[in-house]
């Protein structure tokens, strides 16, 4: 009773929260806002259910190659110790040139390390983000950040670039100083996709716009793709000083389309990550499903068990025995 209670708030939240679609298109523009509402039933600790994010992208075209990418959101997210930010936070705000396979980005761009598309892994059925990422307090590798950047080459060698400095967002909401420049090399055989990356920089430490410092960052890291029909499976293992810190961390992500029923996913990761030498690893499993009613919603439940989380800053709750459950829904809205 107590799982079918939560799954009824959370679609009446999904329902009530959002302003009414219009559906309209004006010319090659496309806007489009997304809710995301999410249930934690703990095993150890405070259970929670309500309104988690929304986000809102833009897309437009100026005609001669260029076009507007704006994004923003504002998330309720907060570090286990209780720091977050609840204001709405432009992350990507550029523009884009594009001559045939080559792409030239200047304003606030994706720093180009990993597996970095959030469109590509957020509403996957995998609820959270990779703690390898993430996880570092109110650092971590994925950062939109003012600058400039390169994505082309050839099908065979894909080669993106950047080069940055100024205050950087994150997925949380979060804001630091974050600089320097980053490369990623990607090839492909068969049904393997294989990447390398590194930064080379620096990034600010503290909660949101305060900064006490400017701390080392040179990191690098591997990542792969293997697909084949119905299964997915995607991984990186990154290694090298964040913010001053020997880090490393691994995650590995199953993905398999029940073939008699396409509108089910089943999903599983599993993750290690070390933020500094002297602190021990964090082991973390996730097993779940994602139904998919059609374009517009999209179902998930996880379940997450850890062996605890040993440092200070986390996103991350440590589990009981028995794991957390994890349920969401997330709503797509074309305006």
């Given at each position: 009773?107590?799982?079918?209670?939560?799954?009824?708030?959370?679609?009446?939240?999904?329902?009530?929260?959002?302003?009414?679609?219009?559906?309209?298109?004006?010319?090659?523009?496309?806007?489009?806002?997304?809710?995301?509402?999410?249930?934690?039933?703990?095993?150890?600790?405070?259970?929670?259910?309500?309104?988690?994010?929304?986000?809102?992208?833009?897309?437009?075209?100026?005609?001669?190659?260029?076009?507007?990418?704006?994004?923003?959101?504002?998330?309720?997210?907060?570090?286990?110790?209780?720091?977050?930010?609840?204001?709405?936070?432009?992350?990507?705000?550029?523009?884009?040139?594009?001559?045939?396979?080559?792409?030239?980005?200047?304003?606030?761009?994706?720093?180009?390390?990993?597996?970095?598309?959030?469109?590509?892994?957020?509403?996957?059925?995998?609820?959270?983000?990779?703690?390898?990422?993430?996880?570092?307090?109110?650092?971590?590798?994925?950062?939109?950040?003012?600058?400039?950047?390169?994505?082309?080459?050839?099908?065979?060698?894909?080669?993106?670039?950047?080069?940055?400095?100024?205050?950087a967002s994150g997925v949380w909401g979060n804001r630091n100083n974050v600089a320097g420049g980053a490369l990623r090399l990607q090839s492909y055989y068969q049904g393997?996709?294989?990447?390398?990356?590194?930064?080379d920089g620096s990034e600010s430490t503290g909660f949101g716009k305060a900064a006490a410092g400017r701390l080392r960052t040179h990191l690098s890291g591997f990542d792969?793709?293997?697909?084949?029909?119905?299964?997915?499976?995607?991984?990186?293992?990154?290694?090298?000083?964040?913010?001053?810190?020997?880090?490393?961390?691994?995650?590995?992500?199953?993905?398999?389309?029940?073939?008699?029923?396409?509108?089910?996913?089943?999903?599983?990761?599993?993750?290690?990550?070390?933020?500094?030498?002297?602190?021990?690893?964090?082991?973390?499993?996730?097993?779940g499903a994602r139904y998919t009613l059609d374009r517009n919603w999209i179902f998930a439940a996880n379940w997450r068990r850890n062996n605890g989380v040993r440092y200070?800053?986390?996103?991350?709750?440590?589990?009981?025995?028995?794991?957390?459950?994890?349920?969401?829904?997330?709503?797509?809205?074309?305006?």
């Amino acid at each position: 009773m107590r799982l079918f209670a939560r799954v009824c708030a959370l679609f009446a939240l999904a329902i009530l929260l959002p302003p009414a679609c219009y559906g309209q298109t004006l010319g090659s523009t496309s806007v489009e806002l997304d809710v995301d509402v999410r249930s934690l039933t703990a095993s150890a600790g405070k259970s929670h259910v309500g309104l988690y994010s929304t986000a809102l992208s833009l897309k437009s075209s100026l005609g001669s190659g260029f076009r507007v990418l704006y994004g923003g959101s504002q998330t309720t997210a907060t570090t286990v110790s209780g720091h977050g930010l609840a204001s709405f936070v432009t992350r990507q705000a550029a523009i884009e040139h594009i001559s045939g396979q080559q792409r030239f980005l200047a304003g606030n761009i994706t720093l180009p390390f990993g597996l970095y598309d959030t469109e590509e892994t957020y509403a996957s059925g995998l609820i959270d983000y990779p703690l390898a990422r993430v996880d570092k307090g109110f650092s971590s590798v994925d950062w939109f950040v003012p600058g400039v950047g390169f994505r082309g080459g050839s099908p065979a060698l894909q080669i993106e670039a950047a080069g940055f400095g100024g205050q950087a967002s994150g997925v949380w909401g979060n804001r630091n100083n974050v600089a320097g420049g980053a490369l990623r090399l990607q090839s492909y055989y068969q049904g393997l996709i294989v990447g390398a990356s590194r930064w080379d920089g620096s990034e600010s430490t503290g909660f949101g716009k305060a900064a006490a410092g400017r701390l080392r960052t040179h990191l690098s890291g591997f990542d792969m793709r293997f697909t084949r029909p119905h299964l997915l499976v995607r991984g990186e293992y990154l290694f090298g000083t964040l913010g001053n810190a020997q880090t490393h961390g691994w995650y590995t992500d199953f993905y398999y389309h029940l073939p008699k029923y396409e509108r089910w996913t089943i999903v599983a990761r599993a993750e290690q990550f070390q933020p500094a030498s002297n602190i021990r690893a964090t082991d973390q499993v996730t097993l779940g499903a994602r139904y998919t009613l059609d374009r517009n919603w999209i179902f998930a439940a996880n379940w997450r068990r850890n062996n605890g989380v040993r440092y200070g800053g986390t996103w991350t709750p440590t589990t009981g025995r028995a794991g957390d459950l994890y349920l969401q829904v997330f709503r797509k809205i074309s305006l």
